[in-house]
């Protein structure tokens, strides 16, 4: 059976773009589903003295031996003042250390949510345009705006923003 991880890109324990991403797994079929937690990958501050000094942390490579042994990516970033959130930012500025292609050309359903009507289209933006450099294969992405009045009990609760979420993990199974 094909094996997918799904995370947030955020390090809240409350994290609604953890929530999405757990529903959003919950919907690919016949797959082993691991969800991970930024939170259990705890990090430095990334910097070149650092890594010059004491190497790679032990918790980026297992971060991106999860993202090697996997089939596919479903990824929900929080944004942060219209880009990443830190703990995002810095566990994937420790792993292109290691290896620049990251991503390693599994298939991506990129997604991002937030409180705002705009639901996270900034921070999805600006990894819609990067990622492809460091091995991103986006096949599927998806905006979820308003996150409160939309996602209820687990799952999302407006059927037209349902199937476009249905659309874009199917198309995302096709590429598994
Ligand atoms: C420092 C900070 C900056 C934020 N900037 C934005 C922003 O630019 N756009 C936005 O839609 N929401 C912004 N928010 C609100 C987040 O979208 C909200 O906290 C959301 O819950 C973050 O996702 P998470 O719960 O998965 O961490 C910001 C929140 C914080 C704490």
């Known amino acids: 059976m094909k094996k997918i991880i799904a995370f947030a890109g955020s390090n809240s324990k409350e994290s609604i773009n953890k929530k999405l991403a757990t529903y959003t797994a919950s919907l690919v079929e016949n797959v082993n589903i691991d969800i991970l937690d930024l939170n259990d990958f705890e990090l430095p501050l990334f910097g070149v003295d650092l890594e010059k000094e004491q190497g790679f942390p032990e918790n980026a490579h297992k971060f991106l031996n999860l993202i090697k042994a996997s089939d596919g990516i479903i990824l929900s970033l929080a944004e942060h003042n219209g880009a990443y959130s830190a703990a ?4 994937f500025d420790w792993m292109s250390r290691i290896d620049g292609k990251l991503w390693s050309n599994k298939p991506m359903l990129l997604m991002a949510t937030s409180p705002g009507a705009r639901g996270g289209a900034s921070v999805l933006g600006i990894a819609k345009n990067r990622f492809p450099f460091n091995g991103g294969n986006i096949v599927s992405e998806f905006s979820l705006p308003s996150f409160n009045d939309n996602f209820k009990d687990g799952k999302l609760v407006n059927d037209a923003l349902n199937s476009e979420l ?5 198309t995302f199974q096709n590429n598994l």
């Not at 995002?88 to 566990?91: D, G, P, R, V, W």
């Open 88 to 91: 995002f930012k810095n566990i």
């Open 166 to 170: 249905l659309k874009a993990v199917k």
